[in-house]
């Protein structure tokens, strides 16, 4: 009777081990299919909360390609933060360099006695979570999971930490390569993303709205004389230039819209739902703060002007992706040839 009571006993822990690896298994999948970082983000956290049995999570990762910290940000569910508090942690902060040569879940106590100190890390240790488990991928700790306590109150014992930091292991390949994909897709020097990425998208959004009555729109923005900018102050100074506007372009535009460089002193707007009057009211938003923006080089107090086209998606007309860029590309040239630092709308 015992021989057969282990028997049983063997065969569901096996059954539970299987079922745990098919879990991994549509996880990684999951995850993998993922691509767009914030996506991607939320997707690991309701994962981790769903096979951990947990009520809090929180991811601390880098908010960008060439970040030197570990964030917070809004990465989290069921975390109380106070306001003030600084929830990042440097990348060469001793804890980050501990998970790098020891790889493994942590409880605050592990780290303490390991490191001695929280220092550079008290804000993660003053939201007290129960287990942190660093994101590892290519030999480096490209973040951090923490989370709160089990469901029940109960600890996690060793085959849930094997299990977390299997998940973490998916977790930090998927985050992995989301940056591969985001660097490949994103100019470096302005941060907006490259026009081959924008041309793919713009195909997409156009397919949808063939289908639909929702609006879409491009916006064709050019700095105006930036030849002779260059030729006067500098090719670095024109760099400085190209990175301000970027950012006055990526400040005006919303989550579902996508801002890139076209090419050279050019960049574009996809306006996702937005009619010609929408994407005008846009336009003229973005060509107002150029307008008002002075970037300081070397002592000097540098102003530009933009010029901008924009068109609205049309069915019948709109054939192809170039058919729509070139409408929107008439428009700027109109817009130039009237004075420049304005907007034209295509008709």
């Given at each position: ?8 006993a ?6 539970k ?99 001695g ?61 989301a940056?591969?994909?985001?660097m ?8 907006l ?35 002779k ?61 150029v ?57």
């Open positions: 009777m015992a021989e057969a009571t282990d028997i049983e063997l065969r569901q822990e096996y059954e081990q299987l079922f745990d690896l098919r879990q991994l298994l549509e996880v990684s999948k999951s995850l993998n299919s993922m691509l767009d970082y914030h996506i991607l983000i939320d997707a690991i956290l309701f994962n981790v909360m769903g096979q951990m049995k947990v009520l809090r999570a929180g991811i601390f990762a880098k908010k960008s390609l060439d970040a030197t910290r570990f964030s917070l940000h809004r990465n989290y569910k069921g975390f109380e933060i106070a306001h003030g508090v600084d929830y990042s942690v440097a990348e060469d902060n001793p804890v980050i360099k501990l998970f790098t040569r020891q790889y493994g879940c942590y409880t605050l106590e592990d780290i303490r006695q390991r490191i100190s929280f220092a550079g890390f008290e804000g993660i240790a003053s939201l007290g979570p129960s287990l942190i488990v660093p994101l590892k991928a290519k030999g480096a700790v490209n973040g951090l999971l923490m989370m709160g306590e089990k469901i029940g109150d109960e600890g996690f014992d060793v085959y849930e930490r094997e299990y977390a930091l299997n998940l973490a292991g998916l977790a930090a390949v998927a985050i992995n390569n940056f591969l994909f985001e490949t897709t994103t100019d470096m020097m302005t941060r993303k490259m026009k081959h990425y924008f041309y793919t998208v713009l195909l997409e959004r156009m397919a949808q709205c063939s289908t639909s009555s929702k609006p879409l729109s491009v916006v064709m923005i050019d700095i105006d004389f930036f030849k900018f260059n030729d006067t102050h500098g090719h670095s100074c024109g760099d400085a230039v190209l990175k301000q506007v970027a950012r006055v372009i990526q400040s005006g535009v919303r989550g579902d819209d996508l801002a890139a460089r076209y090419g050279g002193e050019e960049f574009c707007l996809l306006l996702n739902e937005a009619n010609a009057e929408r994407a005008f009211q846009a336009a003229e938003r973005v060509r107002a703060s307008e008002s923006m002075h970037t300081s080089y070397e002592g000097r107090s540098l102003a530009v002007t933009v010029s901008l086209g924009v068109a609205q998606f049309d069915p019948s007309r709109d054939l192809s992706g170039k058919s729509l860029i070139d409408r929107a590309d008439r428009a700027l040239y109109t817009s130039k040839q009237e004075g420049r630092n304005r907007v034209t709308v295509a008709v």
